[in-house]
């Protein structure tokens, strides 16, 4: 889901627009297939006296224990997102019940970089937006984590030109 231009002010430029990583996925993504195969190899091995319902009923197993373990996540995931402009730092999250949060850069005191040991290997990390108010915004599972770092360094220093091309491929 992009960011809809309405919500950008005139001279606002979106430096960055993201989901939280794939990560979160990955092991439902695995889950998914052992399912599948399990519903292939219960199709492959059922006694021909099954067919044709007893094949459409493993399927509809299937289909059935996807929804929560897959498509559920799959929609949440896909629902959240991070935009970094030249202005703010915009979060989304939320399927029917749309939740977000709006930072101006210019109360942006601090940037805090964290990653374990799977953030490490996926690159991606938690980054927290320190305010005045003591009550950081957290961005958790940000892909590229030290890209969208010194992207919003270079946007509080003013450097909106040095953010727009920290990242080459982008």
């Known amino acids: ?34 399912l599948v195969v399990l519903g292939v190899v219960g199709s492959v091995l059922a006694p021909s006296s ?19 373990l897959l498509i559920v996540p799959w929609l949440q995931w896909y629902s959240h997102t991070y935009t970094v402009t030249t202005k703010r730092v915009i979060t989304r999250a939320g399927v029917f019940k749309r939740v977000g949060h709006d930072l101006p850069l210019t109360r942006i005191s601090d940037i805090q970089l964290d990653k374990d040991f799977t953030d490490r290997f996926f690159s991606c ?46």
């Open 1 to 34: 889901m992009a960011l809809s231009k309405k919500l950008l002010s005139r001279d606002e430029v979106v430096v960055r627009h993201m989901h939280t990583h794939m990560k979160i996925l990955l092991w439902r993504i695995v889950l998914e297939t052992v």
């Open 125 to 170: 990390g938690t980054l927290a937006l320190q305010t005045s108010s003591d009550d950081p915004l957290l961005l958790h599972d940000v892909p590229q984590v030290e890209m969208v770092q010194v992207e919003i360094s270079n946007l509080l220093f003013n450097d909106v030109q040095g953010a727009i091309d920290a990242d080459p491929r982008s």
């Open 50 to 68: 099954w067919r044709p319902w007893g094949l459409v009923g493993i399927w509809a197993v299937v289909l059935v224990l996807s929804v929560p």
